[in-house]
């Protein structure tokens, strides 16, 4: 079920009556994505459940902010389609941003669907990161709506709170996989089945995908 965060207290009840439900819904899930796991996936398909979302669009950045250096764009997209295969209100846009950004990716994205409601979706830690000084033009993305899933040890309380200080309003959602990560994954290779679709694990071993030797491990 879907929680709104507000400067003042909303019920869940309440929520039909602050959020109502009408069509031309866009969600744009943004990431590395490296790789896609059920996570994600499980995150995606309520956005589209909970939020009444017409559709969500996977977008992969080729080079992410921070010191994040992940495998090769075109096998990250890849897994993304092979994830997404069976889902159709379910896609992928692929932009040549080499890194996604507020003054630049946004104006493409409201160029792109100029009639219709945005809807960004954010982990919870990605969520509480976002300030003014390290997100130029950051007034220009709040003005769409913001979904945040919870994540790990941040609840819908931190999520709120962060909320307030920005001085928006966001749908929190919470998460069957709080715990699901894609760094995980990246260090267990050989367990990657545990978390991300049988397919994307075989695609992951056919192309030797974040293997490691048996002393990195130590």
């Given at each position: 079920?879907?929680?709104?965060?507000?400067?003042?207290?909303?019920?869940?009840?309440?929520?039909?009556?602050?959020?109502?439900?009408?069509?031309?819904r866009?969600?744009?899930?943004?990431?590395?994505?490296?790789?896609?796991?059920?996570?994600h996936?499980?995150?995606?398909?309520?956005?589209?459940?909970?939020?009444?979302?017409?559709?969500?669009?996977?977008?992969?950045?080729?080079?992410?902010?921070?010191?994040?250096?992940?495998?090769?764009i075109?096998y990250?997209?890849?897994?993304?389609?092979?994830?997404?295969?069976?889902?159709?209100?379910?896609?992928?846009?692929?932009?040549?941003?080499h890194?996604?950004?507020?003054?630049?990716?946004?104006?493409?994205?409201?160029?792109?669907?100029?009639?219709?409601?945005?809807?960004?979706?954010?982990?919870?830690?990605?969520?509480?990161?976002?300030?003014?000084?390290?997100?130029?033009?950051?007034?220009?993305?709040?003005?769409?709506y913001?979904?945040?899933?919870?994540?790990?040890?941040?609840?819908?309380?931190?999520i709120?709170?962060?909320?307030?200080?920005?001085?928006?309003?966001?749908?929190?959602?919470?998460?069957?996989?709080?715990?699901?990560?894609?760094?995980?994954?990246?260090?267990?290779?050989?367990?990657?089945?545990?978390?991300?679709?049988k397919?994307?694990?075989?695609?992951?071993?056919?192309?030797?995908?974040y293997?490691?030797?048996?002393?990195?491990?130590?």
């Open positions: 079920m879907v929680t709104m965060s507000v400067q003042c207290a909303i019920t869940k009840q309440n929520v039909a009556k602050v959020l109502p439900r009408v069509s031309n866009i969600g744009i899930f943004a990431g590395s994505f490296d790789p896609i796991h059920e996570g996936i499980e995150t995606s398909l309520s956005c589209v459940r909970e939020l009444g979302l017409e559709q969500l669009f996977f977008m992969v950045e080729q080079n992410p902010w921070g010191d994040k250096s992940p495998v090769g075109s990250r997209r890849k897994m993304v389609d092979i994830a997404i295969s069976n889902f159709p209100q379910l896609g992928q846009l692929e932009l040549d941003d890194r996604f950004s507020i003054d630049k990716t946004l104006i493409k994205l409201e160029n792109k669907f100029p009639s219709m409601e945005l809807y960004f979706i954010f982990g919870a830690d990605v969520f509480l990161k976002m300030n003014i000084k390290s997100w130029p033009k950051l007034d220009k993305l709040l003005k769409h913001i979904v945040v899933i919870e994540r790990n040890e941040l609840t819908e309380w931190h709120t709170e962060h909320a307030i200080t920005l001085g928006i309003v966001t749908a929190i959602l919470p998460s069957q996989h709080l715990h699901h990560s894609s760094t995980d994954v990246r260090m267990q290779p050989r367990n990657s089945i545990l978390w991300v679709p397919k994307i694990a075989d695609y992951i071993e056919l192309n030797n995908l293997e490691f030797s048996d002393s990195d491990s130590m």
